[in-house]
């Protein structure tokens, strides 16, 4: 019964929703890949997602969007080939800063879900702060393709699609769901190039 509620809700998304869950799902595969084109893909999931998430009431998801695409530009332009010194290769960010990160993290999302608790009618304010922040770290991370992106993100991930699913966001939900798993695809490809990089065996 609730797989086929789920089956009829999925059927009924939103065009603009399913063009930015399938643009989002090719980001993630070009972005395991290292393929410059993922930010072009990243750019136009991120425009049609900033309506959708808009017009479910996740203000800081709807926000995060616009960051997204400055993210996308800075890493179409920071991931160029056969420009000497400028192709970026995976590297490993420092602790402290991660450490950092994560409290900031913690702390500016507990401020902007008060805020947003008391200012605006978002519906689930703090699961959508700590995702936001979490994201906003996170794809930092890959934009310098350090390879720490990946736990970050599969943290943020899995928070995400509890939130589309208490939104009823079932294409995104499924969307997220599929990143759990290429995160981990991921993560594992990165760390192999990293280790090619040291001359150490893969």
């Known amino acids: 019964m609730l797989l086929a509620g789920l089956l009829r809700s999925v059927a009924a998304v939103p065009p603009a929703e399913a063009a ?20 072009l893909a990243a750019f136009a999931s991120t425009a049609l997602y900033l309506f959708v998430f808009w ?30 010194g400028a192709a970026l290769t995976v590297s490993r960010a420092p602790w402290r800063g991660q450490v950092t990160a994560l409290l900031v993290v913690v702390l500016v999302s507990f401020a902007t879900a ?27 991370l890959v934009a310098r393709k350090r390879i720490d992106n990946w736990p970050w993100w599969l943290v943020v991930d899995a928070l995400i699609a509890v939130l589309c699913w ?27 190039d990293l280790k090619r990089q040291a001359g150490r065996p893969a």
Not at 166 to 192: D, E, H, K, P, T
């Open 114 to 140: 008060g805020l947003l608790a008391r200012e605006t009618g978002s519906t689930q304010p703090l699961l959508d702060s700590i995702t936001t922040w979490g994201s906003v770290y996170a794809s930092w």
């Open 166 to 192: 208490r939104q009823q966001l079932f294409a995104s939900m499924i969307l997220y769901i599929l990143y759990l798993g290429l995160v981990v695809v991921g993560w594992r490809s990165w760390n192999l």
């Open 20 to 39: 930015g869950a399938a643009l989002g799902l090719a980001y993630v595969l070009l972005v395991i890949r290292q393929q410059r084109a993922c930010w």
């Open 55 to 84: 017009d479910a009431r996740l203000y800081m998801q709807a926000a995060l969007q616009l960051y997204y695409l400055g993210v996308a530009l800075y890493g179409w332009r920071a991931w160029r080939q056969g420009v000497p």
